[in-house]
């Protein structure tokens, strides 16, 4: 009892498990070595780690250079005895941390919601008598006893069950119930293949079972998962990089400028304090105050747009990463399929035929044969196929809020599904042909019987029968015709279509019947050992979303690879990825489909699996730290990597995701909170959507920073220039602060609600390594910075030489940065193209924030308390006209070279 870590509980003999728990499978455990155990191993709880405390997180806020800049914005002001303005910008960073503290409060609930998962009570066996009790009491060793509708309170071997079938889709991404057993199996077993095991937070579908518990807590399978979440990186995203490198760049040419600029002032001969004045107005005008604000509101306004789109966005940033993506790394079941068996071909009375649709709405498709559509009716054969399919049915279809949805087995309701398509009635079924008697599926025979009393003109007894194909035809003795007629059974034929169907990845059931005498009242498997007639073949499988297939092409157009990575079979996952086209071109044919299973995997050496990663589509059988080194061997590649799924297994890889993307309706609690995105319609199609709009919101953060730092440049050398001419400033601190802040808010701003411009997902995904401004926009900075040092002190000389007061010279000076931003922002639209090539009036926020701008220019230049507060003056007619003219020549020149750039590319 020692040591039960690590131990192969699958692969043991029954008598070593028991032996090794110490307890005895008639009895159970005593109350004293319950006590001990619990004492021992713990409670049956997943442990969450301690994590920030609220004001801890709120501080960490603060903790970014963009703000520490801000910050000192904040200081330099006071201490200029500017209090308003240095209220307004520790201001903007109080509404910063806010925001930013509400969007990431729930960002490490993951472990919480585990703990949940394991949360249930459980039938145990203890000292002799069964009891139920919480499953967080359960021990090592203790006897417990399962039934459809149970969830498995702990990981435990089985000894003995009777048809149990577990979902253990969450753990393991398997499509469909397991048929559990109580078999001896090879050591290298993989998790999904470990029929004689069951693990916590799974769900029993159907049958009943008994075993030991052979572990608990975070010994378990799911505590394993928990160890591998919280173990997961938080990755700083591609924006928070970059702004952060830009940040530390700006931090250090903000204080080298400070310095030159005060060491050739005094060289000059000029006073020590009015040098330090002029440094700090060179601060002040250096530093983007608008920024951090723009990029929170930027991203939020993303966070808006993508809601509308079924996308919640749980981490502000997230919105970016996802328009930088490179890889979708995707779970198969229930994200890229519809998690709803479904048939797709029949094999009857020897003809195929096709069902249309997917999913459990008997009204979504028909049954065709050749395209075309049919009377089932007219078509004996299909028709007592799809007859056996419904009365030797244990499960319901129930419509639930608009959603069809199956009572029982998966599989069942599939079958029902494609009944209903062709017509059939099960209700009315039922009641032509009254069940008397069934022999329920067993994995050691490996079909399912009921018997039934067929009304009408006579009165007989009938057997109907489905299972595995092996299995119902070595009961068969002939098969019924296209007519309704019996002939020849030609096993090898049916055969060589079973294996056409599996080559589709198609789970595949055999269907017959039989006639039994009229006083038939019970059946036995002794009943059906011989003598059936075969009826025919059903192949389906969990098909892929139509919109699914649309959002994977749009992707690998915007040069983003999708991989599938699932706990299903290799040959289910190469049917799905080959008909989404996931290696580029749809395949029909799954054993076209290159696949790696966990087997493969964990034969792989680190360097293997990085190459592995990177060129392979499909990876099947999978583990949870599989999945997990998959994502780490993409990100060690460079790939910006986003993971979608919605099952605790999935739940590591989502954390160690740049992007980790969430079902909302079929998501587990865990994988949610694991996500930085929560899809509310469990659509594939909604991320192909949130890509478009990340890549959006990633071009208006960069037009942003292309039209702010021209005039903090501007503002810079405009300084400067004062210094080293040995001139009176143009510009005061005051005023600088002005310009930072109103236009960055009322012009700036404006930039995130322009539309996303088109063609924007036909191109490759931005490269992590890029920096966010490229040489070319560097230029494109530098040459409008050097415009606005050239407009500000041209107009600044001139108004001085025509005779103006400083007050009103500097209120030139002032508006002249203004309204050239204000003309320079419509440059700004696109970085490429032409405004009028976008749509002049395509976003007509920039006009209102023109608008409110020039009103507070006027306010600025003529009144009076603002002439006071700023050192501003009234102006005349004519230095508005030339102020504007500036602003014209500066759009022009842009424009100019933006067409310069533009023909260079294109190699004109």
């Known amino acids: 009892m020692d040591d039960l870590l690590g131990k192969h509980w699958h692969h043991l003999p029954m008598d070593e498990v028991a032996e090794l728990l110490e307890c005895d499978t008639e009895k159970g455990l005593d109350v004293f070595e319950v006590k001990h155990r619990t004492e021992q191993y713990g409670l049956n709880t997943i442990s969450t780690k301690k994590g920030k405390g609220p004001w801890l997180r709120f501080l960490l806020q603060f903790h970014q250079p963009l703000i520490y800049i801000l910050i000192g914005a904040g200081v330099i002001t006071a201490a200029l005895q500017e209090w308003v303005d240095s209220g307004v910008i520790f201001g903007v960073v109080l509404v910063n941390a806010i925001i930013g503290f509400i969007q990431e409060a729930k960002a490490v609930s993951a472990l919480a919601a585990l703990a949940k998962t394991m949360t249930s009570e459980a039938t145990v066996l203890r000292q002799g008598e069964k009891t139920r009790i919480s499953s967080i009491d359960l021990v090592p060793g203790d006897i417990v006893f399962l039934q459809s509708g149970d969830k498995v309170p702990a990981d435990m071997r089985f000894f003995q069950i009777r048809d149990l079938q577990i979902d253990e889709s969450a753990l393991t991404g398997e499509s469909v119930p397991v048929q559990k057993s109580v078999k ?222 199956v009572e029982g087995d998966p599989t069942e309701g599939g079958l029902l599904t494609a009944a209903r398509k062709g017509g059939l009635d099960p209700a009315a079924l039922e009641k032509e042909a009254p069940r008397l008697d069934s022999i329920p599926f067993e994995s050691a025979h490996q079909y399912m019987a009921t018997l039934h009393e067929v009304k009408g003109g006579k009165q007989q007894r009938r057997v109907y029968v489905k299972g595995a194909v092996e299995a119902i035809l070595a009961r068969s003795s002939t098969m019924l015709g296209e007519e309704g007629d019996t002939v020849e059974l030609n096993g090898d034929a049916i055969l060589g279509h079973v294996e056409k169907m599996a080559a589709q990845g198609l789970r595949v059931l055999a269907f017959a019947t039989m006639e039994m005498p009229a006083d038939t009242r019970e059946i036995h498997h002794e009943d059906v050992e011989s003598g059936l007639t075969f009826l025919g073949l059903m192949g389906m499988i969990d098909p892929p979303r139509a919109e699914a297939i649309t959002a994977v092409k749009v992707c690998q157009a915007a040069g983003i690879r999708i991989k599938m990575i699932t706990g299903d079979h290799a040959l289910t996952a190469a049917a799905i990825a080959g008909q989404l086209g996931l290696g580029g071109a749809v395949e029909l044919d799954a054993r076209a489909v290159t696949v790696l299973t966990g087997s493969d995997l964990a034969k792989l050496s680190d360097s293997e699996l990085i190459d592995a990663a990177e060129n392979t589509a499909v990876f099947a059988r999978v583990t949870p730290e599989q999945k997990l080194r998959l994502v780490e061997a993409l990100q060690a590649r460079g790939q910006v990597v986003a993971m979608t799924g919605d099952g605790v297994n999935d739940a590591p890889a989502l954390k160690q995701a740049n992007i980790g993307v969430a079902m909302g309706i079929t998501g587990t609690e865990v994988s949610k909170e694991a996500a930085d995105m929560v899809l509310t319609d469990d659509n594939f199609s909604s991320i192909e959507a949130a890509v478009e709009e990340g890549r959006g919101v990633f071009d208006n953060l960069t037009k942003f920073i292309v039209w702010t730092l021209p005039t903090n440049l501007g503002e810079g050398l405009v300084i400067m220039a004062a210094i080293f001419l040995g001139v009176t400033l143009p510009v005061l601190p005051v005023q600088i602060l002005w310009i930072n802040m109103t236009t960055a808010g009322f012009l700036g701003l404006m930039l995130a609600f322009e539309p996303k411009e088109p063609g924007i997902m036909l191109r490759p995904p931005r490269d992590p390594k890029t920096p966010i401004l490229t040489g070319q926009l560097i230029s494109r900075i530098v040459l409008v910075g050097g415009l606005l040092l050239l407009a500000c002190f041209s107009l600044f000389r001139w108004e001085l030489a025509a005779g103006a007061t400083l007050a009103e010279a500097r209120t030139v000076a002032v508006n002249v940065f203004v309204i050239v931003e204000l003309f320079y922002l419509f440059n700004c639209r696109s970085l490429t193209k032409s405004v009028f090539q976008l749509g002049f009036f395509s976003n007509m926020w920039v006009f209102a924030g023109a608008a409110a701008m020039l009103l507070l220019q006027i306010v600025y230049t003529y009144l009076p308390v603002m002439n006071t507060l700023f050192q501003s003056a009234p102006i005349s007619m004519e230095a508005w006209l030339r102020i504007v003219l500036a602003g014209i020549i500066a759009y022009q020149i842009v424009e100019f070279e933006k067409w310069v750039q533009g023909r260079r590319k294109s190699g004109l």
């Open 184 to 405: 001896q199996l090879e050591r290298d077993t993989t998790l999904a293949d470990r029929k004689n095991m069951a693990y916590g937070s799974t769900l029993v579908t159907y049958g009943q079972g008994a075993g030991i518990v052979t572990a608990t807590g975070d010994h378990s399978e799911v505590g394993r998962i928990s160890e591998l979440i919280s173990s997961a990186q938080d990755l700083a995203t591609p924006l928070t990089r970059k702004i952060d490198h830009f940040s530390h760049i700006l931090l250090y040419v903000i204080l080298g400028l400070a310095v030159v600029t005060v060491g050739v002032g005094l060289l000059r001969g000029q006073p020590l304090f009015d040098m330090f004045m002029a440094a700090v107005a060179l601060a002040v005008g250096a530093i983007p105050e608008g920024l951090p604000a723009a990029v929170t509101i930027t991203l939020a306004i993303g966070v808006s747009r993508m809601a509308r789109k079924n996308a919640i966005i749980r981490k502000l940033p997230a919105v970016e990463t996802l328009g930088s993506t490179s890889v979708i790394c995707s779970d198969k079941t229930g994200t890229l399929t519809e998690n709803q068996m479904t048939v797709k071909e029949i094999l009857a009375g020897g003809s195929w035929y096709e069902v249309s649709g997917g999913g459990y709405n008997p009204f979504g498709g028909k049954i065709q044969a050749g395209g075309a559509d049919i009377d089932v009716a007219a078509h004996a054969g299909l028709l007592e196929c799809l007859r056996t399919s419904i009365l030797c049915n244990d499960s319901m279809l129930v419509e639930k809020e608009g959603s069809w949805q």
